[in-house]
Each structure stands twice: as C-alpha cells, then as structure tokens.
C-alpha cells in the first residue's frame, strides 16, 4: 500500500460522505418513506498546487504506480489534527461506539482506526460519542489517532492524467473513493 506524497501539499480537497439511502414519496400525499442501507463511503476530489518538473516527477511516480484503481493508497486531511489520544470500543456496523479519550476533542474532530476515517457527529454523554462511517470492524480498546487520522483509499478512475504548460509548471487533480 502506497502514502500519498505530502512534499508539496493540498491546494484544496473536497470531502462527502456517500450515504445508501432511499425515498420514495407519494405524488398525490407527499409523505415520504426512507429506508437507510448501511453503506456509507468518504469520496474525495483534490487538486495539487502547481508545481516544477523537480516537485512532479514524484507524483507522476506515484500516480502511475496505482495503476487506475487496482492499487490503493493512504491520505489524510492534512488540516485535521487535535492532541487526543485514547482508544475506542463499539461493534461493527455501528455509529455508537464507547470512548476512552484523553485530550479535548469535539463534534467535527476526525480520527482513524485501522487506516479508516472516522468523524464525529455527536457526544451523547462522557463516555459515549457517535461517529460515521460506522466501524468496519469490531473494536475493543482499539487505539485511534487524532494526530493525523488517514483513510485507505483507490483512484475513482482508471485515467491517470496531469497538465503541464509552456512553463514547464504540472498540474495534478484527482478523485478518489475508500478503499473498502
């Protein structure tokens, strides 16, 4: 598994949570029926500060070594980073989990477990927080970093492509779905 390249930065990013949910609503009423799947995913569109030849042969490198999406790769919101430390406990599939954090943290704050990206939503009370995407996997004291949290994710397409212009300056924009 590849690290994404943090040598130049993020010029911007945008982050969505990709929830399965369905509506359907009655033409004649209006009322509404929704039915909530449990898939929830983090997508990603980022693009790159324009950069040299020098600074762009090491993205060039990493962006043609993932091959599309066969290769997967971990990254972060590099201005998501509080001083909590502490781990959590919760079951697998659920948006609850049990806290045992040191360190102020607050609803917004990301952290990851296993190279997945959490963030949460609401502090139900001292010990118990709600997080999405719901935990992959059980979790029993399982350490969480709030440093830098990461995720693992894959290129949302198989194009890989970059710009350069008569300056010689390179441009890179991508878009990226967790790895699950």
């Not at 569109?45 to 091959?67: D, H, I, S």
């Not at 830098?148 to 894959?154: G, Y």
Request: hydrophobic share 40%; with cysteine; net charge negative.
């Amino acid at each position: 598994m590849a690290t994404f390249p943090t040598t130049v930065g993020i010029q911007s990013m945008t982050m969505r949570l990709r929830s399965v949910t369905a509506m359907t609503e009655s033409p004649f009423t209006y009322d509404q029926q929704v039915f909530s799947h449990p898939a929830v995913r983090w997508e990603a569109e980022v693009t790159l500060p324009p950069m040299t030849q020098a600074q762009a042969k090491e993205y060039e490198g990493f962006f043609a070594g993932l091959r599309g999406m066969k290769e997967i790769f971990t990254m972060g919101n590099p201005l998501h980073s509080v001083s909590v430390t502490g781990s959590i406990t919760g079951t697998a599939n659920t948006t609850q989990v049990t806290e045992a954090f040191s360190g102020a943290f607050a609803v917004g704050d990301y952290f990851s477990l296993s190279n997945r990206l959490h963030i949460i939503t609401e502090i139900v009370n001292s010990t118990t927080i709600n997080i999405m995407p719901p935990l992959r996997a059980d979790a029993t004291s399982a350490a969480v970093d709030f440093t830098l949290p990461v995720s693992t994710w894959r290129l949302a397409s198989n194009e890989i492509g970059w710009s350069i212009n008569e300056a010689s300056i390179y441009g890179f924009s991508f878009a990226c779905i967790e790895a699950l």
